[in-house]
């Protein structure tokens, strides 16, 4: 099992749908939890930041984080063309040392 | 402000050739790291360093080498470039994780080709 899951898509959908991405883990140390944002040709930027459970908003992004079933989400509302590119989850114990999932690529169609 | 900065962006190498990614960043951060990103695979931690002088090994060290002689400085060194080094190679960096601070901040990526 690897450490960190997370469905590589591609997922489409039309513009203003709520998208939904997940990861699933299975280090239960993880502390730690971040979404990052890729386009094509870019380094990943960080969009969201959650420590330990719970849920964290900002603007149109949405992270959830549950500890119990090891599975974080990202939901996006009203998702935009803009919006279009890889979404990599990553997660950490120490705060140190970072484990990566594989990305979900996501299209907003216009 | 620049941030992490990565050189080149683009480099084709030979078999067996040798070669140096730059990696420099300008927010006093003092944790560094070298990822590779393949097709599908997410992103692999290479080498990281918790500051000047200190450096080890992630998930995939072998065939590389870095050094840490400054706070802005982690470059990574590529001694007998093989096909298997095919790869976008990412640098970032980070304060220590904790109230306030964010974690890692990536350069745009040095695309990698060994023919």
């Known amino acids: 099992q690897k450490e960190v899951e997370q469905d590589p898509g591609p997922l489409s959908v039309p513009e203003g749908a709520i998208v939904s991405l997940n990861c699933t883990y299975s280090?239960?140390?993880?502390?730690?939890f971040m979404w990052y944002r890729q386009y094509s040709r870019k380094g990943p930027e960080l969009l969201m930041y959650t420590y330990s459970s719970g849920n964290k908003e900002d603007g149109r992004f949405t992270a959830q984080v549950d500890k119990s079933s090891k599975y974080i989400s990202l939901f996006i509302r009203d998702s935009q063309p803009s919006d279009s590119a890889t979404y990599l989850c990553?997660?950490?114990?120490?705060?140190?040392?970072?484990?990566f999932g594989p990305g979900t690529r996501l299209s907003v169609l216009p | 402000n620049a941030g992490v900065t990565q050189t080149p962006k683009f480099r084709i190498l030979k078999i067996g050739q040798s070669m140096t990614l730059q990696c420099t960043q300008d927010?006093?951060?003092?944790?560094m790291y070298w990822y590779r990103q393949d097709p599908g695979m997410g992103l692999k931690l290479i080498y990281y360093?918790?500051?000047?002088?200190?450096?080890d090994k992630g998930e995939v060290p072998n065939g590389y080498n870095v050094s840490r002689s400054t706070t802005e400085d982690f470059p990574l060194r590529l001694e007998l470039a093989a096909p298997s080094q095919t790869s976008v190679y990412f640098c970032a960096s980070s304060s220590p994780m904790g109230e306030g601070n964010q974690p890692q901040h990536f350069g745009d990526g040095t695309r990698l080709s060994i023919l």
């Open positions: 280090n239960s140390a993880f502390q730690y």
């Open positions: 360093s918790v500051g000047a002088g200190i450096t």
């Open positions: 927010m006093n951060h003092n944790y």
């Open positions: 990553a997660m950490s114990g120490d705060g140190q040392n970072f484990v």
